[in-house]
């Protein structure tokens, strides 16, 4: 995605993204990211971003790349934007028909009618190739 003569590049983000720079066996993440430093446009550099969290609206977050001429000078930026989708498994974990996020039995199981805990039907087989 980097035009050319671009030779380096710089990150900014949203509060809610986790950005992380790896390059020649370095790694930066966080803070260090939004200082306004810049990284070199080598073969092997990574960037990476990840939400840790759902979001309260669509592409309520971004990530803006700007890339930058020897000299230093900016050439150009490209930018995402991101919505982050909660996903969760719930069960009925006291199998009294109510299906409840945070039940204290859903981390363990009890065998029998006065049992607790998830019960799970998984359907393994190749219904197609």
């Given at each position: 995605a980097a035009p050319p003569g671009a030779v380096s590049f710089?990150?900014?983000h949203t509060e809610g993204v986790s950005v992380e720079v790896a390059w020649q066996g370095h790694q930066e993440v966080g803070s260090a990211l939004d200082s306004g430093t810049?990284?070199?446009l080598d073969k092997?550099?990574?960037l990476r971003f990840s939400m840790s969290q759902a979001s309260t609206e669509l592409n309520d977050n971004k990530v803006t790349v700007s890339f930058y001429a020897e000299e230093g000078k900016p050439i150009n930026q490209?930018?995402?934007f991101l919505t982050g989708?909660?996903?969760?498994?719930?069960?009925?974990?006291?199998?009294?028909?109510?299906v409840e996020k945070n039940?204290?039995?859903k981390a363990n199981w009890t065998w029998g009618p006065e049992g607790h805990g998830a019960?799970?039907?998984v359907s393994c087989?190749?219904?197609?190739?």
């Open positions: 710089g990150v900014k810049r990284w070199p092997g550099t990574v490209t930018g995402v989708i909660g996903i969760s498994l719930d069960v009925d974990a006291d199998r009294d028909g109510v039940n204290p039995n019960i799970l039907l087989d190749k219904e197609s190739p």
